[in-house]
Structure formats: structure tokens, C-alpha cells
């Protein structure tokens, strides 16, 4: 199992007592923590117009990311295709591969907030058709070769790309956790990635819609071992229960109350559907062995939320570090060994 850190960038003005520019710092410090400690991703959302999520450029930051860290992957989870011209998308990305050594891994999604559309002045309805559209540019321009493209939303003739991603190939994952869209997603032959309480109620409920998922993958004749699935929990760890229910619960609650989709869910409601990695470090690798179960494979813990302080937030990722990471990785490698000698 891989470990990241994902924040989506909420800051409330009147509720946390953080600037934007201090969260921004902050999570620039997370990130290099996150490298010194052996995380292997950091995520970070893409939203606009509200408090709900401040960083508009994620590209920006993880460039900024890049030239703190070594080794940890940067990631975006995710950028929303119908709010951008998809060559720019496509530059912009390909310079960040470039400047970090090959780290990217690319999130995309079709948007999902009526004000962000509202916002651009892009109509909802007919999202999923232009993410389609523009995602074929993006892979187009990434070749380096110089391409024409006459879509029905982003039509070009003769360009090309004078910088192209240093991997071969960008991992790309697509924002979908409801069945239909994840079998879509299956049958295009893509990773699919998500916040399990937004679509599902149970673990249950996440486990169908991964093997449907997986279910259209394999129909489509595609190579079932390149699946990967991030999934992003609210996690905060403490050397007792206790103590990160207490910490956890007010800023948690806080998020989730101002939300913009969704709303009405509070701390116990997420913790009867397990769907919280808020507790000790044999609370959360108890609770991660049954996500493992249904498929998870790559844990996006969402660590900053509703204003948590900076120190906690550290002391939390720390904790994750050093008694959940490693007895996860050496479960895991206990798995494949046993299925390597059982084949």
C-alpha cells in the first residue's frame, strides 16, 4: 500500500485564524515533511470561488513543491478539465514533470460544483463531453509530435509542444466513485480515484462499485495489473482515541458543515459508516486492512482540514509515519510473497 497526503485547501475567514498565505506555507511544510518521512505522494485539489478549497494553480504549488523534495510523487487531485484550455493544461503539466524529475501524477475530472461552473460561465450539462474532448488534446499534445484537433469544444491545426512530460507516461487517474461513472472510466482503460462518502455509504457499497469497476476494465481487454486506486479519508492519529476524537471531531465537523456538496453528514455519521481514519495507529491500520479488502491500494489521507492546527497536523503525519506506514508495507509485502507462492 502507498501513503499520501492530500489537502484540499479550505480556510474559512472567521473561523480559523490562518491566512491563505500561511496555509499555503503550512502545506508547503507538510509536503516536505511528508518527503523526509517516506510518504509517497502529496495531493493537492484544484478549486475556485469559494472558501471551500483557496488553491486555484495547484500547478504552481507543486512546482514550488518540486524544488523543496526529492523523492515524494506530486500529484493533483484533481484538475477540472472544462474550466481550462486544454493546451495549457497540457504545458503547464508537462513543465511541472520536467522541473520535478519526472514525479507527476495527473488527476482529472469533468467538475462537479454548480459555483465553479456558474464562476466560468461553462455550462454543466454537457461536461462530461467536453472533458472527453479536451482530454484527447492533452494526450495528443503530450506525444511532442505537431498535431490538429477538430473537436466539437477545442479545435487546432498544426501545433506543437516545445516541452513534453520527462515520463514516458504521466499517470493519469480520472475523479469517478459512482458505478456508472467508474465503468465508464473501466472501459476507457483509465485508473479511477475518489473521496469514498461522497458516492458510497459503507465499505460495502465502495467494494461494488470497484469491481464493477474493475468488471468493465477487464471487458474492455485491458491490463488489469496496471490498476491502481487512490482513495482520500479524513485521517488524524493520536497516541490515544481519545485524544484525536477530541482534536479530530471540531475540525472535522467544521469541513464537513461547509462543505459544498453533500452537507448534512457530521463526525458520527462518518464514523458509523467507517469511513474516517481518526484514532490510534492500530485504529487506522485496523480500519485500512479492510479497505485494502476492497481494493484500495494507494491511501490519499486528508490530514489538513477545517483549520487543524499546523503542529497537530505534523504530529499526526509523524505518528502515520513511523507505526502505521510500515506495518501496512510489510503486510503488504507479506501478501505478494504468499500469491507469488501460491502460483
Known sequence: MQFGLFTVFDNYKGKCNRTPEELLHEVLEQTKAADKWGYDSVWYAEHHFSEYGILTSPQLLLTAAAQHTQNI?????????????????????????????????????????????????????????????????????????????????????????????????????????????????????????????????????????????????????????????????????????????????????????????????QYEDLEQREQLLIGTPEDVITMLKKYQQAGLDHIMMLMNFGGLPHEQVLKSMELVAKQVMPVMKEATSQQLMTKVTSL
Open 73 to 265: 510523487r506530486l500529484g493533483v487531485s484533481i484538475v477540472s478539465l472544462p474550466f481550462h484550455n486544454p493546451i495549457q493544461v497540457a504545458e503547464d503539466y508537462a513543465l511541472l514533470d520536467v522541473l520535478s524529475n519526472g514525479r507527476l501524477n495527473l488527476g482529472l475530472g469533468s467538475g462537479y460544483l454548480p459555483h465553479e461552473f456558474a464562476g466560468f460561465n461553462v455550462e454543466g450539462k454537457d461536461k462530461a463531453f467536453r472533458f472527453n474532448d479536451a482530454l484527447a488534446v492533452i494526450e495528443k499534445a503530450w506525444t511532442g509530435e505537431k498535431f490538429s484537433h477538430q473537436g466539437e469544444y477545442f479545435q487546432y491545426t498544426n501545433i506543437q509542444l516545445q516541452v513534453i512530460p520527462k515520463q514516458k507516461q504521466v499517470p493519469l487517474w480520472i475523479g469517478a466513485l459512482r458505478s456508472q461513472g467508474a465503468q465508464y472510466v473501466g472501459k476507457m482503460g483509465y485508473n479511477i480515484m475518489g473521496v469514498p462518502y461522497v458516492s458510497s455509504n459503507s465499505i460495502a457499497e465502495l467494494d461494488q462499485v470497484i469491481s464493477d469497476y474493475k468488471a468493465a476494465y477487464r471487458e474492455a481487454g485491458h491490463d488489469e495489473s496496471k490498476i491502481k486506486i487512490p482513495l482520500a479519508l479524513h485521517t488524524f492519529v493520536a497516541e490515544t482515541r481519545e485524544e484525536a476524537i477530541r482534536i479530530a471531531k471540531p475540525h472535522l465537523n467544521l469541513y464537513l458543515d461547509t462543505r459544498q456538496y453533500g452537507k448534512g453528514a
